[in-house]
Every structure is written in C-alpha cells, then in structure tokens.
C-alpha cells in the first residue's frame, strides 16, 4: 500500500462527527418532543398523558434508538454505507419522506393527552396488547439491527454477498415488518384515530420502500437476490 492508499484508508476510518451529532440531536430531539406533546400545559393534571402505557412507550422506544444507533456507529465512517443503512441508496427521497412522518406522529401524543379521540379504545386490556406488540417488534428490529450491523461493517470486504440468516431468515424485510408492527402497537396503545391513520401512512412508505429497495438489490446482486426473493416471503412469512 503507497503513502495515498494508506491516507485514503486513513480517511475512510474517520467519524462523520457532524452526521453522527445531527443524527444524535435528532432521535433524542424526537424522544423530547414526544414527551412534551404528552404533558398538559394548561389545566389542573399536566402528567395524565404520561401514564404507564405512554412511559413505557417511549423507554422501549429509547431503548430501541439506543441500540439502533450503537449497532450502526460503523457506518457513520462511510457516506456510502450510512446512505444503505438509511435506505437512502435505493431512494433518494427517502430519509425526507421519514422524517416528515416522524413530525406527523407527534399529533398521536397531543391526542392522547389532549383531545382523545378514541377514548373508548383506552382500555387497559387493548392498551397492554398494544405495548406486547411494540416490545416484540422492538426486540425483533433490535436482532434484525445487529445481523445487519455485522453485515455493513465488512461490506466493503464482501460487496457481492447480503444478508440472510437471522430474521432473514424468515422475511426479506424483517427491519421494515418489526416497523409496521410497532405502528399498529402503537396506534393501540394511544387509543388515537390519528394513529390508525398514520399506522397506515407508514405502511405505504414502508411497502415503496420494499419496492425501491429490492430493485436496487436485483440490479446489485443479480440472480442470487431473486432466488432468495422467490424461497422467502416480504413481511410476513407464509402471506406476504
């Protein structure tokens, strides 16, 4: 290795500190915002909306960040690599699209606390499914994040391979079904017609992006791709 392959690999090891910070400021920005839509600023109760199901929301959702962020530090070294991590390669617009509805999401928490509009729904029992469903998508998504962490951080060393063990397994798309599945936890947890609205509008972008993504992995990978795609369901194994 000459003197400008070593500084070139030199850079490549370098963190992006401003993606890594922008990145951080905004998942913890998120969680913050989430919070404050569920406290009554005005009003004699200010915590009604910060009850057991909605705390515990938001400490598995920390949780999953956290861990999303850790089993992801290696692609803060790479431009590349972040943009498939964020699923950015196969659309562009992507990233956009998700952090517009991210922005939507917060009115499930204002109604919660605010303006109840299935209160019928807030039921202990249905809210506490709501919560099983979410922890579980979380702890999915959680093992789907550390099989592609391992992936991503030899990629440059095995670009004409992909992930399929773990949850690959049994989905080609487990990160996006653990997603969809935690939008309908989430919707019941809030008792919120908002939620069921956006749980919805989730699934539309989830299912472009499948889309998108899987073009982009034929085009990359060619036939080996679509033999796995032809032997392993989407989203839900033995259906979709």
């Not at 910070?21 to 910060?50: E, M």
């Not at 979380?138 to 773990?166: I, N």
């Not at 309908?184 to 539309?204: P, T």
Request: charged share 15%; with cysteine; aromatic share 14%.
């Amino acid at each position: 290795m000459n003197a400008v392959e070593q500084l070139e690999a030199i850079q490549q090891q370098r963190i992006d500190w401003k993606a890594l910070v922008t990145t951080l400021a905004f998942a913890f920005g998120y969680l913050a915002l989430s919070a404050l839509c569920l406290v009554r600023w005005h009003g004699g109760d200010h915590w009604l909306g910060l009850d057991f199901f909605s705390g515990s929301y938001l400490l598995f959702k920390s949780l999953g960040s956290v861990q999303s962020l850790y089993s992801g530090r290696q692609v803060f070294h790479s431009e590349t690599l972040r943009k498939e991590w964020w699923g950015a390669t196969s659309n562009a617009n992507i990233v956009r699209l998700t952090q517009l509805l991210m922005m939507a999401d917060l009115i499930i928490f204002l109604d919660y606390s605010h303006w109840r509009t299935l209160h019928s729904l807030a039921r202990p029992m249905i809210q506490a499914a709501g919560l099983a469903i979410y922890v579980l998508a979380k702890l999915w998504q959680m093992w789907t994040d550390v099989r592609l962490a391992g992936y991503f951080s030899h990629a440059g060393s095995r670009p004409h391979e992909f992930v399929k063990d773990g949850p690959f397994r049994f989905v080609r798309h487990p990160r996006y079904a653990s997603l969809i599945a935690g939008k309908i936890g989430c919707a019941l947890i809030f008792a919120s017609a908002w939620g069921w609205f956006m749980a919805l509008a989730w699934i539309i972008l989830y299912k472009r992006k499948v889309v998108c993504e899987e073009e982009h992995m034929r085009q990359l990978l060619g036939a080996s791709y679509c033999d796995y795609s032809q032997k392993t369901a989407r989203l839900l194994p033995g259906v979709y």
